[in-house]
């Protein structure tokens, strides 16, 4: 198993730009989430999703889009990139009801000019 | 609302020595989780612990343990004869439950460990 990937590593977007930030899990866990890690501010989620078709916001959701059209991939969108987006992302998956244990991807690291 | 308060920004030691993680929460849960993850200068973000409200037993794991105390709201990590490879960021986090009913974590701002050849 492959775990939970993310791509790409590393990003540098302009203000205004929009991209997806890929992540997938083969471990069919239902639960996946997006979270950013910011300077002395921790872990935050941003989006989540209990499965295929189901998504909510988390702490900080405005300025992402998410869908989950399949268990395997939930996929983050900036539309218009900021600055204040600057940021290392995490994705995340578990089976659903049971967190005994996050299983985090390695991360994207985005910056914004 | 959850929060998870870890006060220690940054901590050094000598290697060898004891140090002690703290990590304070609030919920309104009956029912809850914390956990403790550990993220190396690497980046990747490592499962530690996870424990749940009902159980207050302290727990041990070779150089680690952890004491969750109800009445204070606290579930602090102990690395005894710390090495360098303890060298870390260390985040506490409580779950919630979510619109779905589903658990949730909170992070605190975690506290960063150093230890020192």
């Known amino acids: 198993n492959a775990g939970v990937t993310q791509t790409p590593k590393f990003q540098v977007l302009k203000t205004g730009q929009s991209m997806t930030l890929q992540c997938a899990q083969d471990m069919n866990h239902e639960y996946m989430s997006w979270y950013r890690q910011d300077p002395g501010m921790g872990l935050r989620l941003i989006h989540y999703s209990v499965g295929a078709g189901i998504t909510d916001q988390g702490e900080v959701p405005n300025g992402y889009n998410v869908s989950r059209s399949t268990t395997e991939d939930f996929p983050l969108r900036l539309l218009s990139a900021a600055p204040s987006q600057t940021s290392v992302y995490f994705c995340?998956?578990?089976?659903?009801?049971?967190?005994?244990?996050?299983?985090f991807g390695p991360g994207t690291r985005l910056t914004v000019t | 609302a959850q929060k998870v308060t870890q006060a220690q920004t940054e901590i050094s030691v000598v290697e060898k020595e004891d140090v002690t993680l703290d990590c304070v929460y609030e919920?309104?849960?009956?029912?809850?989780?914390l956990f403790w993850y550990k993220q190396p200068p690497s980046g990747e973000l490592v499962f530690l612990i996870r424990r749940n409200s009902f159980d207050e037993q302290n727990e041990i794991s070779g150089r680690y343990s952890w004491n969750f105390q109800k009445s204070t709201s606290s579930f602090n990590f102990t690395i005894t004869a710390s090495q360098v490879v303890d060298s870390a960021v260390y985040f506490c986090a409580l779950s919630g439950i979510s619109n779905f009913g589903n658990e949730k974590l909170t992070f605190g701002t975690g506290t960063r460990l150093t230890i020192i050849p």
């Open positions: 995340a998956s578990n089976p659903v009801g049971q967190l005994y244990e996050q299983y």
């Open positions: 919920t309104r849960d009956t029912t809850y989780y």
